[in-house]
């Protein structure tokens, strides 16, 4: 049955039977997120909840929001966007003073929806003021290897790969990746001044044998052999860390002081899934409002729409504190240390699916 667009399943969440199969992960979901605020706590972390709405939802090209509106007192509209991740408004915060925080948002994606994806899902995510993003590397360890300990839990698996989440994770950069799962010399494409050379990457990508297509960008490019080569290759019996991004590739990372050409990024893997985006915070306005600009020409060339720059954020740039911060993908970690295999076995209240 639908109406207005919205459909059920034959067997819906809500209906008991299908209920019961699904509350031993939520159960676990729940005791997981309690042990981790505990663990959180006693390293001094203050939890934060910003709220939801927001001037900007990001300024990534590829994230899509979901817009809507505020009234004014005398009637008049506003737009408003529901956040797609917190991370503006905590930086915000570091910049008011605080030091260590955490928070559990709920944060929204339009065009998003699969058995790793869905609209609404809980991020979270924690920043360090003054500390470098190498001790995020160290918390995404412990975080692992505390979910698995929670749920009762000695392996990770998902679609016919497994891993143990209590091993030390393996570092591997994008250069080095590259390299060992596609033979291609990533950074040979990208310049000193981190300028990227779309016509050397192309060339490394057909020795390599990857079929892309004329109008591809360097960006295309690199997502292509990322998608296609690496990912589901990380995460096999430990988890990965893949770091030092390509600068283009790290919109609101600093760049490495090592290497100018990476940025202080890394992903966390664990059985093919991502699960943890983080960085050494570009503290820059200057910059910060230049990366948008591009990312948001990018977003108009390839959708034809673009999301407003939020003011406020780069002002409070221009005093926020070195610092480092991670988002943690808080239902996919609890999906694969309970055993789940669909995102929506460990939300409480999936949303309806949309129908044409």
């Not at 007192?73 to 956040?83: I, M, Q, S, V, Y």
């Not at 000695?154 to 080095?176: I, K, N, V």
């Not at 899934?273 to 230049?290: K, S």
């Not at 948001?296 to 390839?302: D, G």
């Amino acid at each position: 049955m639908s109406h207005s667009g919205f459909t059920s399943s034959s067997s819906p969440w809500w209906r008991p039977e299908i209920h019961a199969d699904r509350r031993p992960f939520l159960l676990g979901r729940n005791r997981i997120q309690a042990q981790m605020r505990v663990w959180f706590a006693e390293r001094d972390f203050v939890e934060v909840d910003p709220s939801a709405l927001q001037v900007s939802p990001g300024n990534e090209a590829h994230l899509h929001a979901f817009a809507t509106q505020a009234l004014t007192t005398d009637g008049r509209p506003a737009p408003l966007f529901l956040h797609t991740s917190p991370e503006f408004a905590c930086k915000k915060l570091l910049a008011a003073g605080e030091r260590r925080i955490l928070s559990f948002a709920h944060v929204y994606r339009n065009r998003e929806r699969g058995p790793l994806h869905h609209p609404e899902f809980t991020m979270l995510e924690w920043y360090r003021a003054g500390e470098d993003y190498e001790a995020l590397m160290a918390d995404c360890a412990e975080l692992l290897a505390l979910a698995a300990e929670t749920a009762g839990s000695r392996r990770f698996s998902h679609r016919g790969m497994e891993m143990d989440p209590f091993a030390e994770p393996e570092r591997l950069t994008l250069a080095q990746a590259f390299d060992r799962f596609s033979s291609i010399d990533l950074l040979a494409s990208v310049s000193a001044t981190g300028e990227t050379d779309r016509d050397r990457l192309a060339d490394g990508l057909r020795d390599s044998g990857i079929r892309f297509a004329d109008d591809d960008t360097w960006a295309d490019l690199f997502s292509r052999v990322l998608v296609e080569r690496i990912e589901p290759r990380l995460g096999q019996d430990r988890a990965t860390i893949l770091c030092e991004y390509p600068v283009s590739e790290a919109a609101l990372a600093r760049p490495s002081p090592a290497d100018p050409r990476v940025a202080e990024r890394f992903e966390l893997y664990a059985c093919g899934v991502e699960l943890a985006n983080a960085f050494g915070e570009l503290t820059d306005p200057d910059e910060q409002r230049r990366r948008f600009e591009i990312e948001m020409a990018e977003k108009s060339r390839i959708y034809g729409e673009t999301y407003p720059i939020d003011e406020d954020f780069l002002d409070a740039l221009g005093i926020m504190p070195e610092a480092s911060g991670a988002a943690l993908g808080f239902d996919r970690l609890a999906m694969l240390a309970t055993g789940a295999q669909r995102i929506e076995q460990v939300l409480w209240a999936p949303v309806p699916e949309v129908t044409g």
